[in-house]
């Protein structure tokens, strides 16, 4: 059994599916390439961000160099006595906070002079730096375990040329941890320092600088390291709590390190997901919004097709005045309109018919029934003896009378009972006597044919309520048919009742040429009959066994058929042996299918 599906689930299967798909498809599109976008925004916005700082560690390294050269340089300190030598130190310190000690060193590397911001006395060192040139050394950690590197500057004298020698300052990046937190990184985001090493030099939280931390382990210091005069693309890592950020390193090259911005991933995508949620918000009011409209459009096109299916159903069961009020303005509208116009052509053509029938019953059956007494005076002799051949042809047109008779009366009753016309005459009787009665009016048809018909009546019969004379009709249709499709000479026809539970079974076998089996489902439909050859089933006055149908159904039986090709056919009928106690009702229209 197929399963049978709504038209209005279908359509709003339909509609989902047609705001979803799509939104899906772009949503997916759009994320991606949002995506690509935004990691390209964020990279460039990263990379000016620490470009930024960079630059401005090198304008703070490039002006304490500034300052340094300006003493080295002067006459004031070259030609100066070491009074005037140590006041420029001390003024070289007093220009800038980040300068923490500043000194005289001679060619050998041997500190002459030394002033520092901590110490009044400080001790005079050794140095291994080549101060021949401008020089920016690498960064380290001073005593106060602060980033520091030194910067040199030889003396350049034109008053003494024999004074040679550089002045050196050592500089702190104490305030680079300020810089750092001016840096907007979103809003957990922070940008740091590291050198070569990976030690951090700069963080918004100093304690980690002062802690000496080394961050060489990070995939973005290890990037840069790898090359450390390009800034790096963006770069995921993992924290220790299991957060994923995004981070980019760009080189300070005099400083020999690198600022590094970091930001959570979360926070890059959070536009992104914010959007997602307003795009899935917009697509599931989107999805409401059609659902609604689709469920409004399919009940304007389930409506009326409802008003048609039930006119269709109208029809089938014999209504043939149909009003269907349906006013869509479309294609509906106007197959409603084609179908009122059907249903009045059909009650035209049952109108018709039914004038047909009426003519035929009141215009041969008052003929008949003039012809069949006419015919029956003959036979008794009221017009003198026959001769036997005069009696056959005589008694052959008797017979035919009374099956043309019982022909007109079969299309009479089938009239009435698609009408719903025609009440059953309630009677109880015997099933035995009955059937007795109608084969023996069958018997000389039997044996003018040489065929043989039997009756074979079974036991613990009981009585049957019913209108004995349209069963009569029934057993006598079945009876002739069996014996007009049986052979001449060797044809057997055998009439059975036998109990089957609480019904009583009327069977009526013949061994004529059978039904071919795609006949056998049309054989009760009106106006069908069959030749018995497989391929011949043809058109006619073939109401007998529709009328069996409509009757045995009347009654509350069933009707049935087994046959096979050259072995003959079997017509069965049953009905209730125990009936109900009210009267029965007028047979309804009921299916020849």
């Known amino acids: 059994m197929i399963r049978r599906r709504s038209l209005i689930v279908r359509l709003l299967i339909f509609s989902v599916a047609a705001v979803v798909l799509p939104a899906l498809l772009v949503s997916a599109i759009y994320r991606s390439i949002s995506s690509h976008a935004l990691l390209e925004s964020i990279e460039e916005q990263q990379t000016e961000l620490a470009q930024r700082i960079a630059e401005e560690v090198n304008s703070e390294i490039n002006h304490a160099q500034g300052l340094v050269a300006l003493v080295a340089h002067s006459s004031f300190f070259s030609a100066g006595s070491r009074v005037d030598q140590y006041e420029a130190l001390r003024n070289l310190l007093k220009e800038s906070p980040d300068f923490q000690e500043a000194m005289f060193v001679s060619s050998s590397g041997v500190e002459l002079l030394k002033v520092s911001q901590q110490t009044a006395s400080p001790r005079l060192v050794h140095r291994s730096e ?273 099956e043309m008779l019982m022909l007109i009366q079969n299309l009479l009753d089938v009239a009435k009972i698609e009408e719903g016309k025609l009440s059953l005459r309630r009677e109880v009787f015997t099933p035995a006597d009955w059937a007795t009665s109608i084969v023996s009016n069958f018997q000389p048809l039997a044996e003018a044919a040489k065929k043989k018909l039997t009756l074979m009546i079974g036991k613990d019969l009981a009585t049957l309520e019913g209108d004995s004379a349209l069963l009569g009709r029934v057993l006598g249709n079945l009876i002739s048919n069996a014996l007009r499709h049986t052979p001449a000479a060797s044809g057997e026809v055998a009439v059975s009742l036998y109990r089957d539970g609480n019904q009583l079974a009327v069977e009526v076998r013949d061994n004529g040429e059978g039904i071919p089996e795609e006949e056998q489902e049309r054989i009760f439909e009106k106006f069908v009959q069959s030749d018995g050859q497989k391929t011949n089933v043809r058109s006619g006055t073939g109401l007998g066994l529709t009328f069996c149908k409509m009757v045995v159904e009347a009654h509350g039986g069933h009707i049935t058929l087994f046959s096979q090709p050259k072995e003959g056919s079997v017509f069965t009928f049953r009905l209730a042996l125990q009936a109900s106690a009210g009267p029965l009702p007028k047979i309804a229209v009921p299916s020849t299918d």
């Open 130 to 402: 080549d101060l021949r040139q401008s020089y920016v050394g690498s960064p380290f950690f001073s005593g106060n375990r602060a980033p520091t590197i030194l910067l040199g500057e030889p003396i350049r004298s034109f008053a003494n040329p024999s004074r040679t020698g550089a002045v050196v300052a050592k500089m702190s990046f104490t305030r680079l941890g300020a810089l750092m937190k001016q840096a907007t990184v979103g809003p957990r985001g922070v940008a740091f320092i590291v050198d070569s090493k990976g030690a951090l030099l700069a963080h918004p939280e100093e304690s980690l600088v002062l802690a000496h931390s080394n961050w060489s382990s990070r995939p973005v210091v290890r990037a840069w390291s790898e090359k450390p005069d390009r800034p790096t693309g963006l770069t995921h890592y993992v924290d220790e709590s299991g957060e994923e950020h995004l981070s980019l390193a760009f080189p300070i090259p005099l400083l020999k390190s690198a600022v590094v911005i970091q930001q959570p991933k979360a926070d890059v995508y959070a536009p992104l997901e914010h959007m997602r949620r307003q795009f899935i918000l917009w697509t599931v009011v989107s999805v409401i919004v059609f659902l609604l409209i689709a469920i409004g459009v399919s009940w304007r096109i389930l409506k009326p097709l409802r008003q048609l299916q039930q006119a269709v159903e109208e029809v089938g069961q014999g209504k043939r005045e149909i009003h269907l009020d349906i006013h869509t303005h479309d294609e509906l509208e106007d197959l409603a309109t084609t179908f009122e116009k059907m249903t009045r052509s059909l009650g035209d053509l049952e109108r018709m018919r039914q004038d047909l029938i009426n003519m035929i019953v009141h215009d041969l059956k008052m003929p008949l029934s003039t012809i069949l007494p006419s015919l029956e005076s003959l036979l008794v002799g009221d017009m003198g003896k026959l001769s036997k051949e005069q009696a056959h042809f005589v008694q052959m047109a008797r017979r035919s009378s009374q």
